[in-house]
Nanobody
Framework: QVHVVESGGRWVQPGGSLRLSCAPSGRTVRTSTMGWFRQAAGQEREFVAARRNNGATYYADSVKGRFTVSRDDGKNTLYLEMNSLRPEDTAVYYC????????????????????WGQGTQVTVSS
């Protein structure tokens, strides 16, 4: 059984930075395709970023240039580095582990991911 745990969410002022962490027990981040999604209140869950096991990364247009997904193989942890945060980035952020290696058209959709964490709240406001 895979258990995904996110951490790092908190309140931050606009323009600030945060780093979210994701540790999936039962899976190795180095050999897994993993993604970050977010869901704001009253809205649908949306794709934020993904990293394939070969190191390729993908980002939603809304976060490109501001967010970076990386991993630490020694700690078996995936990170989402978020800079220049905006109020519209406020949401619950979820980490997920994909079932295999999704094709490109599927990679940015929630059904491509098999295991999900409980989410961590990020609030950006002054």
């Amino acid at each position: 059984q895979v258990h995904v745990v996110e951490s790092g969410g908190r309140w931050v002022q606009p323009g600030g930075s945060l780093r979210l962490s994701c540790a999936p027990s039962g899976r190795t981040v180095r050999t897994s395709t993993m993604g970050w999604f977010r869901q704001a209140a009253g809205q649908e869950r949306e794709f934020v970023a993904a990293r394939r096991n070969n190191g390729a990364t993908y980002y939603a247009d809304s976060v490109k240039g501001r967010f970076t997904v990386s991993r630490d193989d020694g700690k078996n942890t995936l990170y989402l580095e978020m800079n220049s945060l905006r109020p519209e980035d406020t949401a619950v952020y979820y980490c997920a582990v994909a079932a295999g290696s999704p094709i490109m058209s599927f990679l940015k959709t929630a059904p491509a991911y098999e295991y999900w964490g409980q989410g961590t709240q990020v609030t950006v406001s002054s």
